[in-house]
C-alpha cells in the first residue's frame, strides 16, 4: 500500500489541492445553504468484513451544535451502521457546469463541496428528535412553521422514525468553480459546446 495516506497519521480533512481549500465560514455558509447530503456509514462483522453504505437524505446544518441532523426508516442499513458506533463522514455538494477539455485528465466540472467528519449517533430523548425534525423541517421548506403551517410532532411520529445528528469534529470545504478548463496546448481546445 502506498505510504501516503493513513487516516491515523494524517489528517483526513486535508485535501491534495490547498489552492481550493476554502474557510469555516465558506463552509458554514454552503452547509446553512445546501439541503441534501450523502451519509457514509461502516457496517463491520464480528469476522472484520467490512461494508460501507452511503444513504443520500435531506438535512438541517445546525451551527450551535455543529452538528447535521436527519431521519430515516425505524429499521435499516442506516440505524445498524451508526448502532456500531463507527466514524461517519458526509459530503454536500453544488455542481455547476461541465467542462471540456482537449486533453482527457483536465476534462473537469465546477463544483463547490464540503466534507464532514465525526461521529453520528440516533437521538433517543423525545424532546431532542422533535427539535431536530423541526429544524429539518423548516429548513427544507422555507417558511414552513411545524405546529403552525403543519401539526405538531406527535408521539406516535417518534415512534414511526429514527431520528440522527452527526457531531461534526473535522470538515474540508473545497471549490472549484472555474471558466474554463485547461487546455493542451499541441491540440485545438475545445470550447462550451462540448459540455453534456
Not at 489552492?19 to 439541503?35: F, I, M, S, V
Not at 468484513?49 to 431521519?71: G, K, N, Q, S
Not at 473545497?174 to 475545445?190: G, M, R, Y
Request: glycine residues 8%; proline residues 8%; hydrophobic residues 35%.
Amino acid at each position: 500500500m502506498s505510504g501516503f495516506y493513513d487516516p491515523r497519521e494524517r489528517d483526513p480533512s486535508l485535501g491534495r489541492r490547498p489552492q481550493n481549500r476554502q474557510g469555516d465560514d465558506w463552509t458554514e455558509a454552503l452547509l446553512l445553504r445546501g439541503k441534501i447530503a450523502r451519509i457514509a456509514t461502516l457496517w463491520q462483522g464480528e469476522d472484520g468484513a467490512a461494508f460501507p453504505f452511503i444513504t443520500p437524505l435531506a438535512y438541517a446544518y445546525r451551527p450551535e451544535r455543529r452538528d447535521l441532523v436527519y431521519h430515516t426508516n425505524l429499521v435499516g442499513r442506516l440505524r445498524a451502521n451508526t448502532e456500531q458506533g463507527h466514524p461517519a463522514t458526509a459530503e454536500v455538494s453544488e455542481i455547476g457546469r461541465f467542462l471540456p477539455s482537449n486533453s482527457p485528465l483536465e476534462l473537469s466540472v465546477q463544483y463547490r463541496s464540503v466534507i464532514l467528519f465525526g461521529t453520528a449517533r440516533r437521538l433517543t430523548d423525545p424532546e431532542e428528535q422533535r427539535a431536530a425534525l423541526t429544524t429539518l423541517s423548516e429548513h427544507v421548506f422555507p417558511g414552513l412553521k411545524v405546529g403552525e403551517t403543519t401539526r405538531p410532532i406527535s408521539d406516535e411520529d417518534l415512534r414511526r422514525t429514527s431520528v440522527y445528528c452527526l457531531n461534526i469534529e473535522r470538515w474540508s470545504g473545497k471549490e472549484n468553480w472555474a471558466e474554463h478548463a485547461i487546455q493542451d496546448e499541441d491540440w485545438p481546445p475545445l470550447g462550451p459546446e462540448w459540455a453534456p
